[in-house]
T-cell receptor
Framework: GAGVSQSPSNKVTEKGKDVELRCDPI?????LYWYRQSLGQGLEFLIY????????KSGLPSDRFSAERTGGSVSTLTIQRTQQEDSAVYLC????????????FGEGSWLTVV | AQKITQTQPGMFVQEKEAVTLDCTYD???????LFWYKQPSSGEMIFLIY??????QNATEGRYSLNFQKARKSANLVISASQLGDSAMYFC???????????????FGTGTRLQVTL
């Protein structure tokens, strides 16, 4: 498709399990972002990729969270030993380089930790 | 300090009326972009309008316009002729060019929930 694609769209996992969330950005977009949004809250920045490198990972809440991007395209956000407070929507966005370019969001991965 | 401030947690507007959603920002970077997104109850983030710091004219996109007052660091969204489908959360965001000029993360405000009534 033409937009940012995220999978899974919904994930229910047991506390303590690991989860992987995938983001496939728009073709040609060099910048990729991960955000988290808890119910009724604003968007919390997690990590930003420029190509395959992450110049800003300041938003990752703990060492249980990690992300990688390969081939300048697909990115995976991994949450190890999930906790109930990790329950949120994880949003991925992509854009071309440059502050003036529109940033497009995927539909999000809804994570519920039970 | 907050980089993006949205002081209106909730707003009501009657159908067909215009409404202004406030946004102020804080940056020392001379090059930046300002964005407005709409988030309906379905959760998707829908891009509405963009204003660059060097743009001379206020941005417009259909019923959306951005009232950009650079000296006041204000970027208010104006929605004209409100429709019931405009009921949603609205987020203001900023992206600074940074030292390398390649831009970085998008910083969001806390959002304004708009409710359009009959």
């Amino acid at each position: 498709g033409a937009g940012v694609s995220q999978s899974p769209s919904n994930k229910v996992t047991e506390k303590g399990k690991d989860v992987e969330l995938r983001c496939d950005p728009i073709s040609g977009h060099t910048a990729l972002y991960w955000y988290r949004q808890s119910l009724g809250q604003g968007l919390e920045f997690l990590i930003y990729f420029q190509g395959n490198s992450a110049p800003d990972k300041s938003g990752l809440p703990s060492d249980r969270f990690s992300a990688e991007r390969t081939g300048g395209s697909v990115s995976t956000l991994t949450i190890q030993r999930t906790q109930q407070e990790d329950s949120a929507v994880y949003l991925c966005a992509s854009t071309r380089t440059g502050s003036g370019n529109t940033i497009y969001f995927g539909e999000g991965s809804w994570l519920t930790v039970v | 300090a907050q980089k993006i401030t949205q002081t209106q947690p909730g707003m009501f507007v009657q159908e067909k009326e215009a409404v202004t959603l406030d946004c102020t920002y804080d940056t020392s970077d001379p090059s930046y972009g300002l964005f407005w997104y709409k988030q309906p109850s379905s959760g998707e983030m829908i891009f509405l309008i963009y204003q660059g710091s060097y743009d001379q004219q206020n941005a417009t996109e259909g019923r959306y316009s951005l009232n950009f007052q650079k000296a006041r660091k204000s970027a208010n969204l104006v929605i004209s002729a409100s429709q019931l489908g405009d009921s949603a959360m609205y987020f203001c965001a900023m992206r600074e060019a940074g030292r390398t000029g390649t831009a970085s993360k998008l910083t969001f405000g806390t959002g304004t929930r708009l409710q359009v009534t009959l």
